[in-house]
């Protein structure tokens, strides 16, 4: 009795050993292979044109035409009841990443598909379109209990595809219950993307089942992408109504007419949870095609001729760029060295002088934005061309005297360039630039009176630098709203020195042309030809003008008695309603005593007079409160401004009237 007792129990202990063996290996629920190396490639069970590289990397098939490939993990899975470690019965997660090198570009056949399978015996079924799935007896058939996900290749109109570049969810059929065209959701764009899935580049794919939900998700993106927050495929189903107890899960791929190597680099597959990530650092590498090895020996040589022949292009490019940056220097220019910038430096900082980096037109030249590699520092250069050697050598002292002139309100000349016949100024960079497109833009904001304010007496500082504290005085002749500058700040900087003449301080102005812009033009100058600091004057008072009136100097298109500015301001004066000539967009912010002051100082820089308009010293005096503007010179011109000549209005030192700003005009066209 006692044997028989002990031999029902040893019976029974080896029952359950075998069952635990049993489940143990039915409850090895997840798996990863980052590659398929030797050794722990071992559970897998490999028919057809299915095989391991070298390299761990699984093919499941090759160049060979109408033939499939299977790779299936050896232990099944149970998938229907519950254990200590899974909850949810037919819950699963794997991801893959897979690529599809076709024999011939944009011809692929026929694509992969991962499956899970109650059986890991596919001799029936077929390649081509069943993707050694199916037969065409059982393709359909509800007693085949495969799910599958397809990654399909080819358009085949009986299945019903939606195109030659899919992605389907299989029951028992390769009829799809759900499809899409490749793609996949780019988390950092917020926009889908297409995938081609010939593209012999590696793809990453995940599937997922929610036995709770009963929701079944795919999604797909390139290697190392992100995984996509939102799903290619999200299909409602109960794959308990699919799937038997125990399954097999794995790859099933097949080659038609047109052939491709179809390779999965890895995989990883969770029975009870995330499938686990993979390390794309171990993952094999994909192997050349014929094509490839073609095409790299071809490049090869192409690399050996290009070699050789780089040699001598580099020889030319060396040659060429010799040419284009070489520079002109003379033993006289040694003294202005230090302001000396090389021309390939300013080339490089331009772009080249393309015009997209063309910031503006001024005197004698282009203006072009540069960066100096070397510091980051926001240059403008200008480019002037100029024929004559002597005329040459004399601008560059000029230039140089400039690059000497140093005050907070002038646009700051850090050197230059001599290049053949042209030379290239360096200056500062302005951000806001010229001050017209500020003060006359309508899709600017506005410059404040405060600002206005600080650019008047930012000016007539400089100004008075020009002519009274420099070592020797510069008439600039040219000034104007745009050729004032505006910083970062928004200080005014006078610039555009293109047209200015120095000479030493006590000394008498040589005659020159006439050269300057109407309306700012002083009236003496058509007669005598000569620039002098009062004709700057005269120009600094139309520049008033503007700045209190918002206006140019001459508007054609306004009322005749508008259009020009200095006789409509007179006239407004006259009559007691100077204040109504200020711009209407600052809608009266402003102290009316300095726009007073600021209208009256203008009529009065722009005299008839020369000798009556005052010198920038005492601009700058009234400016600053601390000298009183004289009116008597205004009040004694009150009446006959339009109807005077020019010797008239002199001689009752009037201001400029309308009908000889006419005559001026044409003067200095002509």
């Given at each position: 009795?006692?044997?028989?007792?002990?031999?029902?129990?040893?019976?029974?202990?080896?029952?359950?050993?075998?069952?635990?063996?049993?489940?143990?290996?039915?409850?090895?629920?997840?798996?990863?292979?980052?590659?398929?190396?030797?050794?722990?490639?071992?559970?897998?069970?490999?028919?057809?044109?299915?095989?391991?590289?070298?390299?761990?990397?699984?093919?499941?098939?090759?160049?060979?035409?109408?033939?499939?490939?299977?790779?299936?993990?050896r232990l099944p899975m149970n998938f229907s009841m519950p254990s200590l470690n899974v909850t949810q019965p037919y819950s699963f997660s794997t991801n893959f990443v897979f690529a599809i090198v076709p024999e011939w570009a944009n011809a692929s056949?026929?694509?992969?598909?991962?499956?899970?399978?109650?059986?890991?015996?596919?001799?029936?079924?077929?390649?081509?379109?069943?993707?050694?799935?199916?037969?065409?007896?059982?393709?359909?058939?509800?007693?085949?209990?495969?799910?599958?996900?397809?990654?399909?290749?080819?358009?085949?109109?009986?299945?019903?595809?939606?195109?030659?570049?899919?992605?389907?969810?299989?029951?028992?059929?390769?009829?799809?219950?759900?499809?899409?065209?490749?793609?996949?959701?780019?988390?950092?764009?917020?926009?889908?993307?297409?995938?081609?899935?010939?593209?012999?580049?590696?793809?990453?794919?995940?599937?997922?089942?929610?036995?709770?939900?009963?929701?079944?998700?795919?999604?797909?993106?390139?290697?190392?992408?992100?995984?996509?927050?939102?799903?290619?495929?999200?299909?409602?189903l109960d794959l308990s109504l699919v799937l038997l107890d125990n399954m097999y899960v794995g790859f099933s791929s097949a080659t038609g007419s047109v052939a491709s190597n179809h390779y999965i680099l890895g995989w990883s597959f969770n029975r009870s949870g995330e499938a686990q990530s993979f390390e794309y650092s171990k993952l094999p590498s994909l192997p050349r095609s014929a094509k490839q090895r073609k095409k790299l020996w071809l490049q090869i040589w192409l690399l050996i001729i290009g070699v050789t022949g780089l040699m001598g292009v580099l020889g030319m490019i060396y040659i060429v760029r010799k040419i284009r940056y070489k520079e002109l220097r003379e033993d006289w220019e040694q003294e202005y060295g230090p302001q000396r910038f090389c021309y390939k430096d300013l080339y490089k900082a331009t772009k080249g002088f393309k015009d997209r980096e063309l910031i503006g037109v001024g005197g004698f030249g282009k203006v072009y934005k540069g960066v100096l590699s070397c510091t980051g520092a926001q240059i403008a250069v200008k480019k002037i061309s100029h024929e004559s050697s002597q005329g040459m050598r004399e601008f560059v002292a000029e230039i140089a005297s400039m690059g000497r002139l140093k005050h907070r309100n002038l646009v700051q000349l850090l050197g230059y360039c001599r290049r053949k016949g042209e030379l290239l100024l360096v200056y500062d960079y302005m951000p806001y630039g010229s001050l017209d497109k500020v003060l006359f833009s309508n899709e600017q904001p506005n410059l404040s009176w405060d600002q206005r304010s600080r650019i008047i007496r930012g000016i007539a500082s400089g100004l008075l630098y020009l002519h009274e504290q420099s070592e020797q005085v510069v008439l600039h002749r040219d000034i104007k709203a745009s050729n004032i500058l505006l910083d970062a700040d928004l200080n005014g900087r006078l610039g555009d020195f293109g047209m200015a003449r120095f000479y030493d301080h006590g000394?008498?102005?040589?005659?020159?042309?006439?050269?300057?812009?109407?309306?700012?033009?002083?009236?003496?100058?058509?007669?005598?030809?000569?620039?002098?600091?009062?004709?700057?004057?005269?120009?600094?008072?139309?520049?008033?003008?503007?700045?209190?009136?918002?206006?140019?100097?001459?508007?054609?298109?306004?009322?005749?008695?508008?259009?020009?500015?200095?006789?409509?301001?007179?006239?407004?004066?006259?009559?007691?309603?100077?204040?109504?000539?200020?711009?209407?967009?600052?809608?009266?912010?402003?102290?009316?005593?300095?726009?007073?002051?600021v209208l009256k100082l203008g009529l009065?820089?722009?005299?008839?007079?020369?000798?009556?308009?005052?010198?920038?010293?005492?601009?700058?005096?009234?400016?600053?409160?601390?000298?009183?503007?004289?009116?008597?010179?205004?009040?004694?011109?009150?009446?006959?401004?339009?109807?005077?000549?020019?010797?008239?209005?002199?001689?009752?030192?009037?201001?400029?009237?309308?009908?000889?700003?006419?005559?001026?005009?044409?003067?200095?066209?002509?």
């Amino acid at each position: 009795m006692n044997k028989v007792l002990k031999l029902i129990c040893l019976l029974i202990f080896l029952d359950v050993f075998i069952k635990l063996r049993s489940s143990s290996a039915q409850d090895e629920m997840q798996f990863i292979y980052n590659g398929f190396h030797e050794g722990e490639a071992a559970n897998l069970h490999l028919d057809g044109l299915a095989e391991i590289l070298p390299n761990g990397l699984l093919q499941l098939t090759n160049t060979s035409k109408q033939q499939s490939g299977h790779a299936f993990y050896r232990l099944p899975m149970n998938f229907s009841m519950p254990s200590l470690n899974v909850t949810q019965p037919y819950s699963f997660s794997t991801n893959f990443v897979f690529a599809i090198v076709p024999e011939w570009a944009n011809a692929s056949g026929h694509g992969i598909a991962f499956a899970i399978s109650p059986s890991m015996d596919f001799s029936k079924a077929m390649p081509i379109e069943y993707l050694g799935l199916f037969n065409l007896s059982n393709n359909g058939v509800s007693s085949n209990h495969v799910f599958a996900v397809e990654l399909d290749t080819i358009k085949t109109v009986n299945f019903d595809d939606v195109d030659n570049n899919h992605v389907g969810i299989d029951i028992n059929s390769l009829v799809s219950n759900a499809s899409a065209p490749a793609s996949y959701f780019s988390n950092t764009e917020g926009k889908n993307k297409s995938l081609e899935l010939i593209s012999g580049d590696p793809i990453q794919v995940w599937i997922e089942y929610d036995w709770n939900k009963k929701l079944l998700t795919v999604a797909l993106a390139p290697i190392r992408v992100q995984k996509p927050i939102r799903p290619l495929l999200s299909f409602p189903l109960d794959l308990s109504l699919v799937l038997l107890d125990n399954m097999y899960v794995g790859f099933s791929s097949a080659t038609g007419s047109v052939a491709s190597n179809h390779y999965i680099l890895g995989w990883s597959f969770n029975r009870s949870g995330e499938a686990q990530s993979f390390e794309y650092s171990k993952l094999p590498s994909l192997p050349r095609s014929a094509k490839q090895r073609k095409k790299l020996w071809l490049q090869i040589w192409l690399l050996i001729i290009g070699v050789t022949g780089l040699m001598g292009v580099l020889g030319m490019i060396y040659i060429v760029r010799k040419i284009r940056y070489k520079e002109l220097r003379e033993d006289w220019e040694q003294e202005y060295g230090p302001q000396r910038f090389c021309y390939k430096d300013l080339y490089k900082a331009t772009k080249g002088f393309k015009d997209r980096e063309l910031i503006g037109v001024g005197g004698f030249g282009k203006v072009y934005k540069g960066v100096l590699s070397c510091t980051g520092a926001q240059i403008a250069v200008k480019k002037i061309s100029h024929e004559s050697s002597q005329g040459m050598r004399e601008f560059v002292a000029e230039i140089a005297s400039m690059g000497r002139l140093k005050h907070r309100n002038l646009v700051q000349l850090l050197g230059y360039c001599r290049r053949k016949g042209e030379l290239l100024l360096v200056y500062d960079y302005m951000p806001y630039g010229s001050l017209d497109k500020v003060l006359f833009s309508n899709e600017q904001p506005n410059l404040s009176w405060d600002q206005r304010s600080r650019i008047i007496r930012g000016i007539a500082s400089g100004l008075l630098y020009l002519h009274e504290q420099s070592e020797q005085v510069v008439l600039h002749r040219d000034i104007k709203a745009s050729n004032i500058l505006l910083d970062a700040d928004l200080n005014g900087r006078l610039g555009d020195f293109g047209m200015a003449r120095f000479y030493d301080h006590g000394a008498i102005p040589e005659t020159t042309n006439v050269v300057g812009t109407v309306g700012y033009l002083a009236p003496e100058l058509a007669r005598t030809g000569k620039a002098t600091t009062s004709s700057d004057v005269f120009a600094f008072g139309a520049f008033l003008l503007e700045m209190a009136c918002g206006r140019r100097p001459i508007e054609p298109e306004r009322l005749p008695k508008e259009v020009i500015l200095l006789d409509w301001v007179f006239e407004n004066w006259k009559l007691g309603e100077i204040l109504q000539t200020s711009d209407p967009r600052l809608e009266g912010s402003f102290l009316q005593e300095e726009m007073e002051l600021v209208l009256k100082l203008g009529l009065l820089c722009s005299h008839t007079n020369p000798a009556a308009r005052p010198c920038m010293k005492q601009v700058v005096q009234y400016l600053d409160g601390n000298a009183i503007l004289p009116e008597v010179l205004l009040e004694d011109a009150d009446i006959g401004i339009v109807a005077m000549s020019s010797e008239q209005s002199e001689k009752l030192n009037m201001p400029f009237p309308s009908s000889f700003i006419s005559v001026q005009v044409i003067l200095s066209d002509s």
